[in-house]
Each structure stands twice: as structure tokens, then as C-alpha cells.
């Protein structure tokens, strides 16, 4: 690696997590983090659970300026990438510089979907960064009325912790129920139930004809004629990956910034991970997937570092997400809609997984929802099993008493 070292565009998990592991797989020459926000890179998940039920979230760094200082990792923060030059290897900086690369890494994530006729509401939030957490936070007064635009993880979340602070909270979802790209109906339905219970106003099919300012407030219009006055309204209704620098310079894009396995994209200098790429799953027969996920962002960041310099490792990490809504904690390993036929098994106190099955009896994907973290120990194992391509017996799966454990070790 020549003079000119490694530079990663995009400061937040994965690429604060590819930084050092660039460090702990031994590379000694410069290494540059470019960072839009003001922020050191710190994790999002909080933002919208605890730290917002809390009143102000408090930003959880990834890690101190002095642990980027201690490993040689220069930190160019309120910094924005606006150019590549993939011919000179030259990334050019919104204060006018230019840094040379010899490998780049790419982890500029993603950013949330707009509502077109939301765009010059006043009171319209939308959540991706801890500056619009703070803002969304210091709106959650008791007795305000909050409608969430989306019944996604992150709408349900800031909805469970704004009825924590007292809102009077209305969630609106446009398909026929809660979280229908990610979890089977089951779970949802068991979602949909806690935020009933909850006293969230769940209105699920309907869709939003307009949204306008009046006064220090929105009015909500529907597509049946009814409409709704809010004080805030939270837009969640998902989120588009930063790809526009890359396609820019040339690189294929495919819903995001397209990498091989090893997280290389069309440009050998050049790898992406996180959030902005989409890349061939192996466990799923090479299934060209997007995730966005804390884990997943980290794995591949250090997966990153580690082929850029040339280990050539292919990413094999099985999907994994999780999510808190009031008293539940819900994970999912691996892809849901790879499953062809669901086994369920019953764990007390509510709580359940299912687990999805292929034709073959493969073992795809798990999903589990109860109270704290009474899923969590089965879904780690059940990742396991995915991972190693194991075909479990239904009846196996369904006991309550069978130990999955035993199945690893068979
Ligand atoms: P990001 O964290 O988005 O970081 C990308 C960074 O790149 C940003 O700081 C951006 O400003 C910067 N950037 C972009 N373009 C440029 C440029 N041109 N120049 C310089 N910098 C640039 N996942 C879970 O698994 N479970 C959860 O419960 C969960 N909760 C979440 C809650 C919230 C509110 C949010 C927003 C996300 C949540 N996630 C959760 C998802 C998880 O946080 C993301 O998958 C993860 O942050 C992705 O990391 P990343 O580094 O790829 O992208």
C-alpha cells in the first residue's frame, strides 16, 4: 500500500468499525475517515428507542476522539465527499481539497425517504441522524399529538416511545398491516396488539391524500375525505441508500452501490459496505440483497477493511435484526421470505419463534418476539443453523422442551 493509504467516505458504524479493523488486520499506512455530520460516528439504534423515550438521546459513540487519535486514524468530520476521480484516485472535499486514495471504502449509508407533499411542512420530522433525534425529542411534550406517517420499525418505535412521554400517538400505515416487508403476520399482529394495548391509534389501509400546515400545527388528509390535525407528524416510510457519489463516478449501482462478495465494486479500488450496498448473499444461493442493519454494517465494515487489504474474504454473515417496542424485543436471523412453510413454537409468557422453512426443509430463517430478552438466546442459536445449512426436524423445532442446542450438535 503506497503513500496515499485508505480513505472511507462515510463516519457511522461501518465505517468507523472499518477504521480500526483496518488497524487490527495489521495495515500501518494512512487511513482517513470522512464524515458529513458534525458528530463522531455513533450508533443509531438508540435513537429511537430508550434514548428518545428519555427526553434528549444521548449520541453513543462508536468510540472517543482519542481512541481515533491513539490508532492513527485521521478524522475529518463536518466533511462531505463530493467527487470521486476514479482515474486519479482522488476524492474531492466540500472544503475544496483533494485526497488521494489507494483503496476507498465507500459506507456513506442511507438517508430517510421524503413525502413529496410533506416537503415545505414546518411540522414534518423525519429520523435518521441524532441532530433529527434531538429535534423529534424536544417535540415530544406531553398531551402534543403525534401522527407517524408508516408503520415500519422505526415509525413504531419513536410511536411507543412518544406515548412513554405522554403523547396522544396515531400511526398510519398504507398497506393491510404493520411491518409487512419484514416479519410474518404473526409477529406483526402481536405488534399491532401491544401498541393497541399501549393506546396507540393504529389505522391501518389508509392512505394519506395531502398534508398541510395550519397554524403551529399539520392537517392530515386522507384518500376517503377524512383528515386528521396533528402538532408533529413523523415521516417513516423508509429509506434510500447514498449511491448518487458512486454512479457519479461511474460505478454500478443496483438498488445501491453494487459489490461482488467480497465487497468489491465495478471499480477495483473500490469497496462499499453498510447500508448504501447491495451485494450477493451466499446463503441464499447468491440472492443479491440491501440490508439495513446495525450488525450487518458492522460485519461488513470489517469485512471491508480486511479485503482491501486483499484477504479476499467472501461475506457469509447470516442476516440479523432486531427491534424494541414497549416491553418486546423482536429478531429475526436470516430472510423471512425465503421460507416456504413456518413452524411455531410457544415459549410461555407470550413470547414465540417461528421458524421458516425452504422446500427441502432447509432451515432459512427464524423470527421470535416476547417480553425482554426471552427470544434472544433460541434466534442466536437458530442463526447458527441457518448459517450451516442444517434441515432440523419440524417436530424438533415445534417442542418447547427440545434443546436447539443439540441440534448444532448433530
Ligand atoms: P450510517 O450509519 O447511515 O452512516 C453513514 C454516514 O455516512 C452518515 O453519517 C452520513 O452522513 C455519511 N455520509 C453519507 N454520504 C457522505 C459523503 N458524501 N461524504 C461524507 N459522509 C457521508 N438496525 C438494527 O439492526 N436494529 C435496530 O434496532 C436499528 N434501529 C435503528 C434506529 C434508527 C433511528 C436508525 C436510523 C437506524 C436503525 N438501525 C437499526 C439501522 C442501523 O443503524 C444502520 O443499519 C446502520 O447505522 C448503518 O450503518 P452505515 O455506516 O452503513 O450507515
Redesign the pocket.
Known sequence: MGDRGIVI???????GRAAFALREAGHTGPVTL????RHLPYE??P??KDGMAGGMPAARTIADADRFDGAGIKLMLAT??VFIDAASQTVRLSDGTDCGYERLLL????RPRRLPFAETSRHCLY??THDDAAAIAARLAAEQRVVIVGGGF?GLEIAAAARKRGCAVTVIEAMHRLLVRAVPVEIADMVADVHKANGVDLRIGTSIQSITDIGEGVAIGFGDGRSLTADLCIIGIGAVP?AE?AGAAGITIDNGISVDETLRTSDPAIFAA???CSFPLSIYGGRRVRL??????QDQGALAARNMLDAGEPHAAVPW???DQFDLALQIAGLVDEGRRVVRRDLGAGAFLLFHLADDGRLVAASGIGPGNSVARDIRLSEMLIGRRAAPPAETLAAPDAKLKSLLAA
Request: net charge negative; aromatic share 8%; with cysteine.
Open positions: 467516505v462515510g463516519a457511522g458504524e461501518c465505517g470522512i464524515g458529513a455530520e443509531r439504534p435513537l429511537s462531505e465527499a459506507a456513506t449509508g442511507a429520523l435518521r422505526i447514498n457519489l453498510g447500508d448504501c439495513e442493519s446495525w450488525r450487518n454494517a435484526f432486531w427491534s
